[in-house]
């Protein structure tokens, strides 16, 4: 079984400035796929950035990027130079493939972004 | 070049009472999602369409919960004897299927309330 935890339940970041959201996950899975999903105010989850287990490089998406540690099972996410459209909820997720019924979303982060 | 969209955007109802949710998806995507989301928590997949196949119901709760798509394109999700613990955000997904990752792509969700 796969579970996801991520212990911070809200979090804010000064405009311009960077910040790292957790998340820790535990699968029995050889090969698994990590993601970070935005969902703003609109309801609409966006992928922000994922992250194939096998690969050792961290995933980069522009201001977004991922410190994945394996051996840890560790998965944060850093957002640079924040922005207010950064304001969300963030969940992170595994899943044994890319099919999304094999998804297992964390309870999210609440990221808020202040002037 | 719509994305996904779903309706109602919120819809009350009285406890006992039967809905019906509907999801319209990516024009030639061929995968259909639909998870619920509820209070503080994240994405809980409920059931997974892929063409003509037999869709894949391991998410749902209970026998109150059922889903059809018809054509391969919009589906409806229905919830009968609504329950106050139904009340949560539901969303629906889709995504093109092929070799690679493919990217699911969210509605903005129903929000659920049974009074």
């Known amino acids: 079984a796969q579970t996801v935890t991520q212990s911070q339940p809200e979090m804010s970041v000064q405009e311009a400035e960077t910040v790292t959201l957790s998340c820790t996950y535990d699968?029995?899975?050889?090969?698994?796929?990590l993601f970070w999903y935005k969902q703003p105010p609109s309801r609409q989850m966006i992928l922000v950035i994922r992250?194939?287990?096998?690969?050792?490089q961290n995933a980069t998406e522009n201001r977004f990027s991922v410190n994945f540690q394996k051996a840890a099972k560790s998965f944060s996410l850093k957002i640079s130079d924040s922005q207010l459209g950064d304001t969300a909820m963030y969940f992170c997720?595994?899943?044994?493939?890319?099919?999304?019924?094999?998804?297992?979303f964390g309870p999210g982060t609440r990221l808020s972004v202040l002037p | 070049g719509a994305g996904v969209s779903q309706s109602p955007s919120n819809k009350v109802t009285e406890k006992g009472k039967d809905v019906e949710l509907r999801c319209d998806p990516i024009?030639?995507?061929?995968?259909l999602y639909w998870y619920r989301q509820s209070l503080g928590q994240g994405l809980e997949f409920l059931i997974y369409?892929?063409?003509?196949?037999?869709?894949?119901k391991s998410g749902l709760p209970s026998d109150r919960f059922s889903a059809e798509r018809t054509g391969g394109s919009v589906s409806t999700l229905t919830i009968q004897r609504t329950q106050q613990e139904d009340s949560a955000v539901y969303l629906c997904?889709?995504?093109?299927?092929?070799?690679?990752?493919?990217?699911?792509?969210f509605g903005p969700g129903t929000r659920l309330t049974v009074l």
């Open positions: 997720a595994s899943g044994r493939d890319n099919y999304g019924q094999n998804f297992v």
């Open positions: 699968t029995s899975e050889s090969n698994y796929y």
């Open positions: 992250q194939e287990a096998y690969k050792q």
């Open positions: 024009s030639g995507h061929t995968a």
């Open positions: 369409f892929q063409g003509n196949s037999a869709p894949d």
């Open positions: 997904a889709s995504s093109s299927t092929g070799t690679g990752y493919n990217e699911q792509f």
